[in-house]
């Protein structure tokens, strides 16, 4: 079974930075595609960022110049750099994995961004 945990969230100032790690119990080159989602209350999952096993990134509309997603090897985690946080990025942040049969999901972890 496949596990994926997310570490790295927190409260931050509007304007800060954080950094989110998605570890994966499998090799990630695993997986088609890896990344990240988030969700408010009463909002469904969106899309933030998303790396393919071909290196190819993804980025949602709003976090686009903000966000950078990467990774560092085949047993490492997969990274969410985010900068120039808003408010709007409060969130519960998911890391989602993609492999020929399943979707997978961390439990997610709280990012709230203000004053």
Excluded at 2 to 26: D, N, R, T
Excluded at 64 to 74: E, N, Q, V
């Amino acid at each position: 079974q496949v596990h994926l945990m997310e570490s790295g969230g927190g409260s931050v100032q509007p304007g800060g930075s954080l950094k989110l790690s998605c570890a994966s119990s499998e090799n990630i080159f695993f997986f088609n595609v890896m990344g990240w989602y988030r969700q408010t209350p009463g909002k469904e999952r969106e899309l933030v960022a998303s790396i393919n096993v071909g290196g190819v990134t993804n980025y949602g509309d709003s976090v686009k110049g903000r966000f950078t997603i990467s990774r560092d090897g085949a047993k490492k985690p997969v990274y969410l750099q985010r900068n120039v946080l808003k408010p709007e990025d409060t969130a519960v942040y998911y890391c989602h994995a993609r492999d020929a049969a399943h979707t997978h999901w961390g439990q997610g972890t709280q990012v709230t961004v203000a004053s």
